[in-house]
């Protein structure tokens, strides 16, 4: 057997009535609470993270096509919904494209880069202002047109009462469906008829609706903005033809594609006049403030690591003056300063692993708790979401562990030099 290991092993486990027996218990505690922070920090946010962007997704898809002068404004400027131009993108499983390295370098380009997945479907959508009211209030909207090609599924988890807008008739039908914001601001029930005001060309026009649904995604400033109906209303009502619509909403297989497949799309296919951009882009103040949750997470996990090694240091200079004697006659009896050395630290290294066990596996049952029953509830109004998001992020998860093992045992060298200053005999009467 190694005679360091074995040594280690035998000293491992100090009684109760030993000093350093609480420090170990106290180094495991916080190595287990520093691990179990770090576990449920990175899958809360990665869970927060990802469930926002699939509400943003969900609703306004990936890539957006639309006319370059209308912006993010909703301009009533048509494009044509050119089947030829659907079925390009339809086409598209796979990109290899040299995007241009920016605007202005002329021939300059970069690599050859290559998409993970292609384009999986493509939605038109024509968006109008118009002001709902009833005999005491209103409430300006950007009423969402949709088509009978529109993916149900994707708002299906939205739906709070009602149903979905029916497009199963040859003309457009009168449905609506509005967010629970709305709803509740203007005390609108499912079933209830509506009248929805436009200012076209500086002219009032007045359309009525029935509402067969109320959604809610938790982001309120859609949601207060929005109401879904059929397109073919809209189309009618601004005199467009059935192939002029406001945009087109292009989904993508792989999210890591989104600017390699939009630059394709803008220079390769597009015809002039027409402008694609990512809804990260478009929606760039929601996307920046998920983002900056990234900083939140590295913080944490730094000074939850910083926490353990504290601990850790502590916990090893206080073992090693405890066994000063045990130190000195071992030296005594021709132990080399690093033997002694890997004695402690194969001892510190059993207090982390123990500790990261631990931590792992109390925060691996919390996260269970909270996927399964939402046991923790949010603010919607504040954090989009009702509940405590999870979603297990096994990558990052195995990085923190062998990181947070991995850089305590290295740090755990500088306390172990207090060895090398011992002398046995000075020490083998030390008590």
Same mark, same amino acid.
């Given at each position: 057997?190694?005679?360091?290991?074995?040594?280690?092993?035998?000293?491992?486990?100090?009684?109760?009535?030993?000093?350093?027996?609480?420090?170990?218990?106290?180094?495991?505690?916080?190595?287990?609470?520093?691990?179990?922070?770090?576990?449920?920090?990175?899958?809360?946010?990665?869970?927060?993270?990802?469930?926002?962007?699939?509400?943003?997704?969900?609703?306004?898809?990936?890539?957006?096509?639309?006319?370059?002068?209308?912006?993010?404004?909703?301009?009533?400027?048509?494009?044509?919904?050119?089947?030829?131009?659907?079925?390009?993108?339809?086409?598209?499983?796979?990109?290899?494209?040299?995007?241009?390295?920016?605007?202005?370098?002329?021939?300059?380009?970069?690599?050859?880069?290559?998409?993970?997945?292609?384009?999986?479907?493509?939605?038109?959508?024509?968006?109008?202002?118009?002001?709902?009211?009833?005999?005491?209030?209103?409430?300006?909207?950007?009423?969402?047109?949709?088509?009978?090609?529109?993916?149900?599924?994707?708002?299906?988890?939205?739906?709070?009462?009602?149903?979905?807008?029916?497009?199963?008739?040859?003309?457009?039908?009168?449905?609506?469906?509005?967010?629970?914001?709305?709803?509740?601001?203007?005390?609108?029930?499912?079933?209830?008829?509506?009248?929805?005001?436009?200012?076209?060309?500086?002219?009032?026009?007045?359309?009525?609706?029935?509402?067969?649904?109320?959604?809610?995604?938790?982001?309120?400033?859609?949601?207060?903005?929005?109401?879904?109906?059929?397109?073919?209303?809209?189309?009618? $009502? +601004?005199?467009? !033809?059935?192939?002029?619509?406001?945009?087109?909403?292009? &989904?993508? =297989?792989?999210?890591?594609? %989104?600017? /390699?497949?939009?630059?394709?799309?803008?220079?390769? $296919? +597009?015809?002039? !006049?027409?402008?694609?951009?990512?809804?990260?882009?478009? &929606?760039? =103040?929601?996307?920046?403030? %998920?983002? /900056?949750?990234?900083?939140?997470?590295?913080?944490?996990?730094?000074?939850?690591?910083?926490?353990?090694?504290?601990?850790?240091?502590?916990?090893?200079?206080?073992?090693?003056?405890?066994?000063?004697?045990?130190?000195?006659?071992?030296?005594?009896?021709?132990?080399?300063?690093?033997?002694?050395?890997?004695?402690?630290?194969?001892?510190?290294?059993?207090?982390?692993?123990?500790?990261?066990?631990?931590?792992?596996?109390?925060?691996?049952?919390?996260?269970?708790?909270?996927?399964?029953?939402?046991?923790?509830?949010?603010?919607?109004?504040?954090?989009?979401?009702?509940?405590?998001?999870?979603?297990?992020?096994?990558?990052?998860?195995?990085?923190?562990?062998?990181?947070?093992?991995?850089?305590?045992?290295?740090?755990?060298?500088?306390?172990?030099?207090?060895?090398?200053?011992?002398?046995?005999?000075?020490?083998?009467?030390?008590?």
């Amino acid at each position: 057997m190694n005679f360091e290991r074995y040594i280690a092993s035998r000293i491992s486990n100090p009684t109760g009535k030993s000093f350093s027996g609480l420090i170990v218990k106290i180094a495991i505690a916080a190595i287990a609470l520093s691990m179990m922070v770090m576990i449920l920090t990175t899958n809360i946010i990665t869970g927060f993270k990802n469930e926002i962007s699939d509400k943003v997704f969900n609703f306004w898809g990936h890539i957006h096509i639309a006319d370059g002068l209308s912006g993010d404004s909703f301009e009533l400027i048509p494009i044509h919904k050119d089947k030829e131009l659907v079925d390009s993108l339809l086409r598209i499983s796979s990109v290899s494209y040299a995007r241009p390295a920016s605007f202005d370098s002329g021939d300059e380009i970069r690599s050859i880069e290559q998409s993970n997945g292609g384009i999986t479907h493509v939605e038109a959508f024509t968006v109008v202002p118009g002001i709902v009211m009833d005999k005491t209030q209103f409430e300006g909207l950007l009423l969402k047109g949709l088509d009978k090609n529109y993916n149900v599924d994707r708002i299906q988890d939205f739906v709070k009462a009602g149903s979905f807008v029916d497009f199963s008739g040859e003309k457009g039908s009168r449905d609506m469906m509005i967010s629970q914001y709305t709803a509740r601001r203007m005390k609108f029930k499912v079933g209830q008829k509506v009248n929805v005001s436009f200012i076209l060309d500086e002219v009032p026009t007045k359309r009525q609706f029935t509402i067969t649904g109320i959604y809610n995604t938790g982001l309120e400033e859609y949601d207060r903005r929005f109401a879904l109906v059929d397109m073919r209303v809209l189309q009618d $009502l +601004l005199g467009w !033809a059935s192939d002029q619509v406001s945009g087109l909403e292009v &989904f993508v =297989e792989d999210l890591d594609d %989104l600017p /390699l497949i939009n630059d394709f799309i803008y220079f390769e $296919l +597009l015809p002039p !006049a027409t402008y694609s951009e990512t809804v990260r882009t478009k &929606f760039s =103040e929601i996307f920046e403030w %998920l983002e /900056l949750q990234n900083v939140n997470e590295r913080v944490i996990i730094f000074l939850m690591i910083l926490v353990a090694l504290i601990n850790m240091i502590t916990a090893l200079m206080i073992f090693v003056l405890e066994r000063t004697r045990m130190i000195g006659v071992l030296k005594a009896l021709g132990a080399t300063n690093w033997s002694v050395r890997k004695i402690f630290l194969y001892n510190a290294g059993g207090i982390i692993v123990k500790g990261v066990l631990i931590g792992n596996a109390i925060a691996i049952i919390l996260c269970l708790i909270q996927k399964y029953t939402g046991l923790f509830k949010l603010n919607e109004t504040d954090y989009y979401l009702s509940q405590v998001p999870i979603e297990f992020n096994l990558w990052s998860m195995f990085l923190i562990n062998a990181g947070t093992v991995l850089v305590v045992l290295i740090f755990m060298l500088i306390p172990s030099l207090i060895i090398t200053q011992i002398t046995p005999v000075k020490t083998i009467q030390f008590k």
